[in-house]
Nanobody
Framework: QVQLVESGGGLVQAGGSLRLSCAAS????????MGWFRQGPGKEREFVAS????????NYADSVKGRFTISRDDAKNTVYLQMNSLKLEDTAVYYC?????????????????WGQGTQVTVSS
C-alpha cells in the first residue's frame, strides 16, 4: 500500500505562485512514475502533469505548459508541483497519483494510488 499526502495548497491572487508537495509513504517512489491531476467544481478529474520513473521526461497539459513545473526528489520520497502565473481557472482540488506501471500517462485510470487532495483557490 502507498499513502500519499498533498500539501501546499491555499488561497492566492491571480498571477501568484504556489508549490505543492506530495509525500509518499509505504513504498519508495523510486522507479515509479508520478502525476498531478486536478478537479474543479462540477468537473471531472483532469491531467495536469506527470514525471517518468526515470526522471528523464515530463508531460504537461496544454493549459499549464510554461507555467507549472513537476519535479521529484526520490531521496525524500516526494513529488512537487511548482505553479506560477496562476489563473482563476486553475482553481481546483489538486491530487497526486502513483502509477505502479507506466510512463506517466494522462488518464486517471492509469494511476493506482491517490492522495486526499489539496485545495488551490485563485482569486482576482
Amino acid at each position: 500500500q502507498v499513502q500519499l499526502v498533498e500539501s501546499g495548497g491555499g488561497l492566492v491572487q491571480a498571477g501568484g505562485s504556489l508549490r505543492l508537495s506530495c509525500a509518499a509513504s509505504g513504498r519508495t517512489i523510486r522507479g515509479y512514475s508520478m502525476g498531478w491531476f486536478r478537479q474543479g467544481p462540477g468537473k471531472e478529474r483532469e491531467f495536469v502533469a506527470s514525471i517518468y520513473w526515470s526522471n528523464t521526461q515530463t508531460n504537461y497539459a496544454d493549459s499549464v505548459k510554461g507555467r507549472f513545473t513537476i519535479s521529484r526528489d526520490d531521496a525524500k520520497n516526494t513529488v512537487y508541483l511548482q505553479m506560477n502565473s496562476l489563473k482563476l481557472e486553475d482553481t481546483a482540488v489538486y491530487y497526486c497519483g502513483f502509477q505502479t506501471m507506466g510512463w506517466g500517462g494522462k488518464s486517471p485510470s492509469e494511476y493506482t494510488y491517490w492522495g486526499q487532495g489539496t485545495q488551490v483557490t485563485v482569486s482576482s
